[in-house]
């Protein structure tokens, strides 16, 4: 498995670390510090370079602080930058509303819905309108910051 994340030619991933896990872990100890995943599925969209993306915070007390919304936008910010993918879809369960929300507020429309799936087609198409910057760009600064607000935050507690 772990060979075939290394080596899978279609396929990224990234893991996701809590900052104040990892800020206030023991030196480099990544592990602890894993809440979830953010993948991208490269896939062919009438020539254009597109991928299939999939995002899972999957510790329940890290959901709901932002860790996923900052997950995927760096990963677009990433894909589209560094990879030239212009255009994304992805597939979310007709009764998770808080992830059709999510990809909603950061310009995913909906596409179709499969009855048979239970799920809705959601897709970006970058090369059609005007980007955003704050979907093309990853802040070190805005990460700095939240770094140091988690450090302080536990060092209150
Ligand atoms: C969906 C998921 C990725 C969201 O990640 P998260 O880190 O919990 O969400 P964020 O903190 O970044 O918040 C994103 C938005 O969802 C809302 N939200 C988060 N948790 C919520 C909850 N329990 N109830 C209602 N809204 C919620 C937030 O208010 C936020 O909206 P806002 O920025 O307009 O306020 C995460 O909850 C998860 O992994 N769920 C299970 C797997 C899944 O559904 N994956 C998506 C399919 S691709």
Redesign the pocket.
């Known amino acids: 498995m772990q060979a075939s994340w290394h080596q899978d030619a279609d396929k990224l991933t990234f893991i996701i670390l809590s900052e104040k896990a990892y800020a206030n872990g023991p030196a480099s100890d990544v592990v602890s510090s894993m809440i979830?995943d953010v993948n991208v599925f490269l896939i062919n969209h009438n020539d254009q370079k597109a991928a299939e993306v999939?995002?899972?915070?999957a510790e329940p007390e890290a959901?709901?602080?932002?860790?996923?919304?900052e997950a995927i936008r760096m990963m677009l910010a990433y894909a589209y930058r560094e990879l030239g993918l212009t255009y994304f879809v992805?597939k979310?369960g007709l009764a998770?509303t808080?992830?059709a929300?999510?990809f909603k507020?950061l310009l995913f429309v909906q596409e179709s819905v499969s009855e048979a799936f239970q799920e809705v087609t959601m897709v970006m198409d970058m090369s059609t309108s005007t980007v955003p910057r704050n979907l093309t760009t990853y802040s070190q600064r805005s990460l700095k910051e939240r770094l140091a607000k988690d450090t302080l935050a536990a060092e209150n507690e």
């Open positions: 979830g999939e995002v899972m915070i959901r709901g602080k932002g860790y996923g919304r992805v979310i998770n808080t992830s929300r999510l507020s």
